[in-house]
């Protein structure tokens, strides 16, 4: 196996998933509403939360191995060796172990653990969280998402309206994701008999009820989530409205035949509440965190590079005029 092709594992792209985005998102919001100091603090958390996504990858991609093959998806990490895909999982957790005990939170410590614990039951043969249809959704929407951002309120000491907000959108963000996933991947899980939500209620009735229940509910728990970063973070409102003139002008496009959309089941008036809470948001706030703080440039670097479907999107966009669906793979 060459070298290049595990350099192109999805698995280190971890660190440029919305899960990742809309944790940056969590802690940058905190540090600037508290008016908190901690860079180093900061920028522990963000590693160990980019190694907790990476793990769930490659946890997942681990116990996937032969129904992937099945399903015909060509993954790098398929052709390394056991006991080095082994190796990478268990060097992972004992550096976050090492920041764990550094950080010394108990509570944090202890939630996190259950997330991990949690997400890797997700996969893992015997309970297999992810072919237990309804309650899969449930775990992974906890385990990708809102027990993550919920660690980092309960770090910070921060509790209030805010947190239930941030809470629930995450929750409702990450369902969406996993829903929109199991669709596209129905026919592929039919063959290989992986029982997901979608497979035990049937495609047609998985997209009715994300259309009419998941959608509108989801809709409106990110308008409150946008609304109170504009409210909280000064300036903020200019990226709100910049990003809404924009959409106007795809939408248009769109109805026009000018740009073509890969997306089939997220409906386009979803997209620049997309893009606020996942890219515009986090980038913004690490502009102003530098601008309170230097120290926080290792931050900002992040942030940027975590963004790296978001540029690859906007050429492809430029480029061919189509809006492509973003999907982490080896590519």
């Not at 550096?95 to 653990?113: C, M, P, Q, T």
């Not at 775990?139 to 947190?163: C, Q, R, S, W, Y």
């Not at 309170?292 to 061919?320: G, H, M, T």
Request: net charge neutral; aromatic share 16%; charged share 15%.
């Amino acid at each position: 196996m060459s070298l290049r092709a595990i350099i192109k594992y999805r698995g280190w792209k971890a660190w440029q998933t919305h899960d990742m985005h809309v944790t940056l998102l969590a802690i940058f919001y905190i540090l600037l509403v508290d008016h908190i100091f901690e860079p180093l603090a900061a920028t522990i958390l963000v590693l160990i939360f980019g190694l907790y996504f990476m793990c769930g990858f490659l946890i997942n991609d681990f116990f996937d191995r032969a129904s992937d093959i099945e399903a015909g998806k060509i993954r790098a990490v398929q052709e390394l060796p056991r006991w080095m895909f082994i190796g990478i999982i268990l060097a992972s957790i004992l550096v976050i172990i090492i920041f764990l005990w550094y950080l010394s939170n108990i509570f944090f410590a202890v939630l996190y653990g259950f997330s991990f614990f949690l997400g890797t039951l997700y996969s893992t043969p015997f309970v297999r969280f992810k072919e237990r249809g309804f309650v899969g959704i449930v775990i992974n929407a906890l385990t990708e998402k809102m027990l993550p951002v919920l660690a980092i309120f309960i770090f910070f000491n921060h509790f209030g309206i805010d947190t239930i907000i941030f809470i629930i959108t995450t929750f409702l963000l990450q369902t969406i994701e996993i829903m929109t996933h199991q669709i596209y991947d129905y026919e592929a899980d039919q063959k290989t008999g992986t029982r997901t939500f979608a497979i035990d209620v049937g495609k047609e009735k998985a997209l009715k009820l994300f259309s009419s229940v998941i959608v509108p509910l989801s809709l409106f728990f990110m308008i409150l989530l946008c609304s109170l970063i504009a409210i909280k973070i000064p300036y903020a409102v200019f990226i709100v409205i910049a990003v809404a003139i924009v959409y106007l002008v795809i939408g248009i496009l769109v109805s026009k035949g000018r740009l073509h959309m890969e997306e089939k089941i997220l409906p386009l008036y979803m997209s620049p509440l997309y893009l606020l809470i996942n890219n515009a948001f986090p980038l913004l706030l690490a502009l102003f965190l530098i601008n309170a703080s230097p120290q926080y440039i290792l931050l900002l670097v992040v942030a940027f590079v975590s963004q790296y479907y978001l540029f690859k999107q906007l050429f492809i966009l430029i480029r061919d005029g189509i809006i492509p669906r973003t999907e982490i793979a080896d590519t």
